[in-house]
């Protein structure tokens, strides 16, 4: 399936890299990881244009959905808790979120075994790992450029509809955490989600499955307190709403005392899980591929 | 035309046997694609359910909405998809040339080549839907409001085809760009809400300007007998209008562009 050609890869199976070089120092390390962010975020401007495409998927439909909430809210105060500001904030929030902490590994990873490609980085002294995480954090890097000035002129146009959320000091620290930690989990699900390109030619079948569920449970269509009660409950046994649904709700105030430190430890539960399990699927699939190849 | 005809008809032929080697496929997407679209009439629900109605939109209406918005995007993935991928391809790989030199408009060849026949059963699921919704809401459909809901799909499809086929043409200019075919997505999954339920500036641009009106809130409106002659008429000449800019700025555009390979 994949078309293997560098010839050292079959003597070292695992970790070619150690097997060929002497260990990197940690000055060495860091400094190769500052040139291949570095690299990749040039990389990352030369798609700019697909980037500003799709984040036309990221941004159009939040600001749509305040649209018609303010039309709902034209003839009440309050939906189940939501006033107006909170509603406008949560989509805002959602437009933001959605843009900067959902990363899209699954692609080049699956891509890159698919074509037999992923050889090529397995023969470099920095894991792939390191090349997967870059790359997203450098694609992030340019949304930040795209999603500001639609953020601002948004917060022109919606006006006094907005106001500022009501939290403590130290939420804003406990938020910045609690983004990152969604930012990783997606990330570990992702990749995980490419790799069963090992055992699937068809990985983007797999894929439509999982954008099914986060469609629906990580909150970008509605908030998810606002479901269907059973519909809710079995949300909360899926990692989808710690990606960014739960970062936002510390952020509206609307998570407080225990539930906050609770929704806080589940989503460190999950971060645990999706690395533990990423891990364990890539080495599968490279045992997997070697013999493939080999 | 008849042999424009024949020629389309042998191009589906070649892609339904396409297809038939790559069965498993073909079910996979199929499946996906069906799950896909009775989610979102479920998010549909869930949303109306909390909100009870939105400008006068209830959730059994709504569903009259969303299930006509998937026939017709199914419609348009099933006609145009394929095409729409291939033409930034060829032009990302400088192919566009082995395009152009046959002997056929270029504008049929490079829009109706391929069909996508994972698409067709979404439109079932969709048509499903709206019959399911003109029951349960009880609305009295007559041949006349059926026909024009159904001449309205056409409208609707040319309309966005038309748009489509423009975004994508940017390619020839912008060159290096490999997903240019996806930006009438997230402009088309809004139709899913009727209109109405938008105000002030927004709802004049869904309803004139990038008139998503006429995916789904048009449509559905006519087949309660609901439809003013005024729309109809000003979604016939939009339409026409899209199509003849569609073809101009092609042509406009095959004459700046330089070729990759050259």
């Known amino acids: 399936m994949a078309v293997i050609e560098a010839p050292a890869r079959s003597e070292a199976p695992a970790q070619p890299a150690t097997a060929l070089l002497p260990p990197l120092t940690l000055r060495a390390r860091l400094r190769a990881y500052r040139a291949l962010l570095a690299a990749s975020y040039q990389e990352a401007l030369q798609y700019r244009a697909e980037s500003a495409v799709w984040f036309t998927f990221e941004f159009v439909q939040p600001l749509v959905m305040i649209g018609m909430w303010l039309t709902v809210y034209a003839g009440r105060q309050d939906v189940d808790g939501y006033a107006r500001p909170d509603m406008v904030l949560y989509y805002l929030g959602v437009m933001v979120l959605a843009t900067l902490l959902v990363p899209h590994p699954e692609w080049w990873v699956s891509e890159l075994i698919r074509t037999g490609e992923l050889s090529q980085y397995l023969i470099k002294p920095i894991p792939v790992a390191a090349w997967q995480l870059a790359?997203?954090?450098?694609?992030?890097?340019?949304?930040?450029?795209?999603?500001t000035p639609v953020l601002v002129l948004s917060l022109l146009v919606l006006g006094q509809t907005v106001r500022p959320p009501a939290l403590d000091w130290w939420g804003y620290p406990l938020f910045l955490a609690s983004c990152v930690a969604g930012f990783a989990l997606c990330h570990c699900l992702k990749v995980t989600l490419g790799c069963t390109a090992f055992w699937i030619s068809k990985a983007e079948g797999v894929f439509s499955f999982y954008w099914l569920f986060e469609q629906l449970y990580s909150g970008r269509f509605m908030p998810l307190d606002l479901l269907p009660a059973p519909v809710a409950a079995l949300g909360t046994w899926l990692p989808f709403q710690y990606i960014y649904y739960v970062p936002l709700q510390l952020f509206l105030g609307r998570l407080t005392g225990a539930a906050l430190w609770q929704a806080l430890g589940v989503q460190l539960l999950w971060l645990v899980t999706s690395v533990l399990l990423v891990r364990v699927v890539w080495r599968r699939g490279l045992v997997r591929y070697e013999a493939m190849g080999g | 035309?008849?042999?424009?005809?024949?020629?389309?008809?042998?191009?589906?032929?070649?892609?339904?046997?396409?297809?038939?080697?790559?069965?498993?496929?073909?079910?996979?997407?199929?499946?996906?694609?069906?799950?896909?679209?009775?989610?979102?009439?479920?998010?549909?629900?869930?949303?109306?359910?909390?909100?009870?109605?939105?400008?006068?939109?209830?959730?059994?209406?709504?569903?009259?909405?969303?299930?006509?918005?998937?026939?017709?995007?199914?419609?348009?993935?099933?006609?145009?998809?394929?095409?729409?991928?291939?033409?930034?391809?060829?032009v990302n790989r400088g192919e566009l040339d082995m395009v152009l030199v046959k002997p056929l408009n270029s504008q049929f060849l490079v829009s109706?080549?391929?069909?996508?026949?994972?698409?067709?059963?979404?439109?079932?699921?969709?048509?499903?839907?709206?019959?399911?919704?003109?029951?349960?809401?009880?609305?009295?459909?007559?041949?006349l409001s059926i026909a024009l809901y159904l001449a309205l799909l056409g409208i609707a499809v040319v309309m966005f085809y038309s748009l489509w086929f423009l975004t994508v043409t940017l390619v020839l200019y912008v060159g290096r760009i490999n997903n240019i075919q996806?930006?009438?997505?997230?402009?088309?999954?809004?139709?899913?809400?009727?209109?109405?339920?938008?105000?002030?500036?927004?709802?004049?641009?869904?309803?004139?300007?990038?008139?998503?009106?006429?995916?789904?809130?048009?449509?559905?409106?006519?087949?309660?007998?609901?439809?003013?002659?005024?729309?109809?008429?000003?979604g016939l000449a939009f339409a026409a209008a899209t199509l003849g800019l569609s073809v101009w700025f092609w042509n406009f555009s095959l004459k700046q562009y330089s070729g990759a390979s050259a």
Not at chain 2, 191 to 216: E, K, M, Q, W, Y
Request: aromatic share 12%.
């Open chain 2, 112 to 143: 109706l080549r391929y069909v996508d026949f994972s698409q067709l059963p979404s439109m079932v699921v969709g048509a499903a839907y709206v019959i399911g919704a003109v029951q349960r809401a009880g609305i009295a459909v007559t041949p």
């Open chain 2, 182 to 234: 996806y930006l009438i997505y997230p402009v088309i999954e809004q139709a899913r809400l009727p209109t109405d339920v938008f105000r002030g500036p927004l709802r004049l641009a869904f309803s004139f300007i990038l008139p998503i009106a006429f995916v789904a809130t048009v449509p559905a409106k006519a087949l309660s007998g609901l439809l003013e002659p005024g729309t109809l008429l000003y």
């Open chain 1, 135 to 147: 790359s997203e954090v450098a694609w992030k890097l340019v949304r930040v450029l795209l999603v």
């Open chain 2, 1 to 90: 035309m008849l042999r424009y005809l024949r020629i389309y008809l042998a191009f589906v032929r070649n892609c339904a046997v396409r297809e038939m080697e790559f069965r498993t496929d073909l079910v996979l997407f199929s499946v996906s694609n069906v799950l896909t679209s009775a989610l979102l009439v479920l998010m549909m629900a869930f949303l109306f359910a909390r909100t009870r109605e939105i400008a006068g939109w209830t959730a059994e209406r709504v569903v009259l909405v969303t299930g006509t918005q998937i026939i017709v995007t199914a419609m348009l993935d099933f006609l145009f998809f394929k095409n729409m991928s291939m033409l930034s391809r060829y």
